[in-house]
């Protein structure tokens, strides 16, 4: 009579299970909150807001709003942008350093920064 699984099998899956679940909660742990974002528009900075004071930003290119950003709760997203695709309205919202959303047709791009030092190097992170 041949078993498929045997005790030891199943001891290997479990402890597998375990490291995976230790490396994810690891992994997601050192992503750091950020403290605030930077707006750029065009490649040029537009401004910088702390995470933690609500409130919507309108984005003003040629002297017409184009986009606005809300941070609430600590995070920020895409409230309402012209743009034919509105693909920067359906992205998460971001609080994590480095996290980004992008309004490519009016080129504006939401980055979210922490002043603390990532304990992650550039290559891991």
Do not use: W
Not at 95 to 117: A, G
């Amino acid at each position: 009579m041949n078993r498929r699984f045997g005790k030891n099998d199943i001891l290997l899956l479990g402890m597998l299970a375990v490291v995976i679940l230790v490396f994810y909660v690891g992994m997601t742990s050192a992503l750091q909150s950020g403290d605030s974002i930077i707006i750029t528009v065009n490649g040029s900075e537009y401004g910088r807001y702390s995470l933690t004071e609500n409130k919507e930003i309108p984005i003003k290119i040629d002297g017409k709003v184009t986009n606005i950003v809300t941070i609430e709760n600590g995070t920020a997203y895409m409230l309402e942008a012209d743009c034919p695709d509105q693909l920067c309205m359906h992205q998460n919202a971001i609080s994590k350093d480095k996290e980004s959303i992008i309004c490519l047709p009016n080129r504006v791009v939401v980055t979210v920064e922490s002043e603390q030092k990532n304990t992650l190097d550039d290559v891991a992170g």
